[in-house]
Nanobody, 126 residues
Framework: HVQLVESGGGSVQAGGSTRLSCAISGWTYSSYCMGWFRQAPGKEREGVARIATGSGNTYYADSVKSRFTISQDNAKNTVYLQMNSLTPEDTGVYYC????????????????????WGQGTQVTVS
């Protein structure tokens, strides 16, 4: 079965950087969509960034644009989220997620149709 496992995160000082990884297993597709989401205490889950691994097309929420970079390593079936210039507002639990392979990345993002989720990793910026 499909599994997404996040790693990275932890406690970071404001202005610092960290990188999250999302390894996907049980997945035979080389081209897929992967999104990063976050949820801060008391707030709704927010889509942060997405990547379509086949085309390399990316999208970022305005709140993270120019600070975060989503990237892929196809050989490792892993997607990364490099986070720079972190602020306390970036604090939250970060999740990676993927829709079914047949779903276009843009549509999945727009409709919130992400079927597979990682367990989440905490990022605390102080």
């Amino acid at each position: 079965h499909v599994q997404l496992v996040e790693s990275g995160g932890g406690s970071v000082q404001a202005g610092g950087s960290t990188r999250l990884s999302c390894a996907i297993s049980g997945w035979t597709y080389s081209s897929y969509c992967m999104g990063w989401f976050r949820q801060a205490p008391g707030k709704e889950r927010e889509g942060v960034a997405r990547i379509a691994t086949g085309s390399g097309n990316t999208y970022y929420a305005d709140s993270v644009k120019s600070r975060f970079t989503i990237s892929q390593d196809n050989a490792k079936n892993t997607v990364y989220l490099q986070m720079n210039s972190l602020t306390p507002e970036d604090t939250g639990v970060y999740y990676c997620a993927a829709p079914r392979p047949s779903v276009f990345c843009f549509n999945a993002w727009r409709k919130g149709n992400f079927d597979y989720w990682g367990q989440g990793t905490q990022v605390t910026v102080s």
